[in-house]
């Protein structure tokens, strides 16, 4: 329903819309939290720049990409070099806490209210913030877990102490040939319980976890709802964005915001029930509390 072309980008102040985003958070029913790769860049993880050198700058010189979103597609000759290069990316993006506290603030400034958390992000940095498990929908996986790669079923394993020896015991850009996961049922190589194409392993938790979030968009339908969508991209807004919108332009009492630095619009259809704030996501949050 809504135009490709036809979007809002407010020309309020920042002041003026942060009082906006308080009112409605304040006054609001329930919260349903939107997070993409925007708010985990907030917080500091960061997958280009310095970060990236400071973790990766030997497979930049040898395989020649220069972030790490590339580094995983990138075709390594072997197993051994391919999870050399994912346990140091796991390693660093899933299990050390965010390097500033944006995921914090975000908790508590949600944690009286009735919330729930739909999220494109893999890293486990709301969990880690302390947000309630049940209140959480990972959409497209975890790098804390392996998947069998064809896969031979949909069941998925922790891989933190495994990931942990890959890093400890890598040499070269390789691991031992030992250590190189396979499928306990199969026996076929692991990979990352990502979802990348049509092999994406939909576990137990994963299908418990979208009734949830299906269920509490059916509890609140019509109530004073706040669609709160945190740096949200346009790599797969069929995810967040798009149902949002929908979302809001079917219950009047709704309010959509949306904070993301550079990319902070709505669609003209749904203006007047819109809050668009291009900031750094981190200094919203600061500013709302």
């Known amino acids: 329903m809504f135009s490709r072309i ?3 980008k407010s020309t309020k102040s920042f002041c003026e819309q942060i009082e906006r985003l308080k009112s409605a958070l304040e006054n609001s029913d329930a919260v349903v939290i939107g997070a993409g790769a925007g708010l985990s860049a907030s917080a500091g993880f960061s997958y280009s720049g310095k ?11 040898k395989c020649g990409f ?16 391919y999870w050399a290069y994912w346990s140091r990316f796991v390693y ?14 975000l908790l508590a400034l949600v944690k009286d209210k009735d919330y729930f958390v739909l999220t494109t992000n893999v890293d486990h ?12 929908f990972y959409t497209q996986g975890d790098y804390g877990l392996f998947q069998c790669s064809k896969p031979c079923r949909h069941e998925t ?5 495994v990931i942990r020896q890959m890093v400890e015991r890598q040499q070269d850009m390789k691991i031992p040939s030992e250590l190189v996961p396979r499928c306990p049922v199969c026996g076929r190589p692991m990979t990352m319980n990502l979802r990348c194409d049509d092999t994406f392993a939909e576990d137990e938790g994963w299908h418990m976890a979208a009734d949830r979030y299906e269920d509490f968009i059916r509890r609140h339908q019509n109530l004073k709802v706040l669609f709160l969508e945190l740096g949200v991209g346009r790599n797969t807004p069929v995810i967040i964005k798009y149902p949002f919108w929908q979302m809001t332009a079917e219950n009047k009492n709704a309010v959509y915001a949306c904070v993301n630095h550079g990319e902070a619009f709505c669609p003209n259809e749904i203006a007047k029930q ?8 981190g200094e919203a949050l600061l500013r709302l509390g």
């Open 125 to 136: 940095c709301f969990q880690k913030a302390g947000f309630d498990k049940k209140r959480l």
């Open 274 to 281: 819109s809050v668009c704030i291009d900031a750094d996501i």
């Open 92 to 105: 660093i993006n899933r299990y050390p806490d965010a390097p500033k506290p944006v995921y914090q603030k």
């Open 157 to 161: 394993y922790d891989n933190e102490s």
């Open 66 to 81: 220069h972030d790490m979103y590339s580094g995983g597609f990138y075709p390594y000759d072997t197993l051994e070099e």
């Open 51 to 61: 970060r990236f050198k400071k973790y990766f700058s030997d497979f930049e010189a």
């Open 6 to 8: 036809s979007t809002y």
